[in-house]
């Protein structure tokens, strides 16, 4: 997913729109910090995963976002770009149209910079 999220960005940054990627490696333990100083320098945050977004561990990071102090520095609200919330198929065809692609990672940010 790392990928499609750097090309993205490259994407974007030809569009004028700059993004910092933040990918935390690790869940347990979580660089909190790391998170929360992204979100007080930019402003804005787009989390991308590829597995379901219900019950994702993305739901977790926004929720960390919200009770922290970063939530005083949001100018948009927090978007999640995500699996879709239906069983994952087998097929490699299907399961590329189910997971977030470059185009729908470039649509989210846009969306949250006010650029659709």
Same mark, same amino acid.
């Given at each position: ?8 960005? /490259? *994407? ?5 729109? $700059? ?10 333990? @979580?660089?909190?910090? =790391?998170? =929360?100083? &992204?979100? !007080? !320098?930019?402003? !804005?945050?787009? @989390? ?6 219900? $019950?994702?561990?993305?739901? *977790?990071?926004?929720? =960390?976002? $919200? /009770? &922290? %102090? ?7 609200? +927090?978007?999640?770009?995500?699996? %879709? ?13 189910? +997971?977030?692609?470059? *185009? &729908? +990672?470039?649509?989210? =940010? ?5 650029? %659709?």
């Amino acid at each position: 997913m790392l990928r499609r999220v750097v090309q993205a960005a /490259e *994407e974007l940054a030809e569009e004028g729109i $700059s993004v910092e990627i933040v990918d935390p490696r690790t869940l347990v333990p @979580l660089d909190k910090d =790391i998170i =929360i100083n &992204s979100v !007080k !320098k930019t402003g !804005k945050v787009v @989390l991308v995963n590829d597995a379901h977004k219900t $019950s994702g561990y993305i739901g *977790e990071i926004s929720a =960390i976002i $919200s /009770e &922290s %102090e970063a939530f005083d520095y949001l100018d948009a609200p +927090i978007r999640r770009c995500a699996g %879709e919330d239906v069983p994952m198929p087998y097929a490699q065809n299907l399961e590329n149209a189910m +997971i977030p692609t470059v *185009e &729908s +990672i470039k649509d989210a =940010i846009r969306k949250t910079y006010n650029k %659709e």
